[in-house]
């Protein structure tokens, strides 16, 4: 596959970004995207790698290292380093009514058969009562945990 984006840094660039791999302060992404700027680097100041050699040595895959180098030619090095924000911001999937109806059901007594309720009772319970869709047994203990509620 042909060579679609060509990094060229200047000294400066080349500075900063090697002050950022030498510090502590920065995150692993953030080295890592870095350091391969300053691999793939084909100025006059560079000896360039291959993006199949950049990508094993850092531990990443090529594809990583192609959409880096696209970013670093269409936006610049920092941008190219910052993570982008989420587009989306997720949806709260449960709310307080929610809990309060866990809550509510844990603290009734347990199904014929059982001396007490157990996560994934309560989880079932949830499906069949049609309060949820769907619903994991981690989803009931962390949603538990967050009100105090013990099941013991």
């Not at 109806?101 to 009772?121: E, F, K, M, N």
Request: hydrophobic share 35%; net charge positive.
């Amino acid at each position: 596959m042909p060579n679609r984006y060509k990094v060229t840094l200047t000294q400066k660039e080349r500075e900063q970004l090697t002050e950022l791999t030498r510090g502590n302060k920065s995150t692993a992404a953030k080295f890592i995207h870095a350091r391969a700027l300053l691999l793939c680097d084909a100025g006059k100041y560079g000896d360039p790698w291959t993006v199949a050699d950049v990508a094993s040595a850092l531990g990443v895959t090529s594809r990583t290292i192609e959409h880096l180098k696209q970013r670093f030619v269409e936006e610049g090095w920092e941008e190219a380093l910052a993570r982008k924000p989420q587009s989306k911001p997720r949806e709260a999937t449960f709310d307080g009514e929610f809990d309060a109806r866990l809550t509510a059901l844990a603290c009734s007594s347990a199904p014929a058969g059982y001396q007490r309720w157990t996560v994934r009772l309560l989880a079932d319970k949830l499906v069949e009562l049609k309060i949820v869709d769907s619903i994991s047994t981690m989803t009931v203990q962390r949603s538990l945990k967050k009100t105090n509620c013990d099941l013991t």
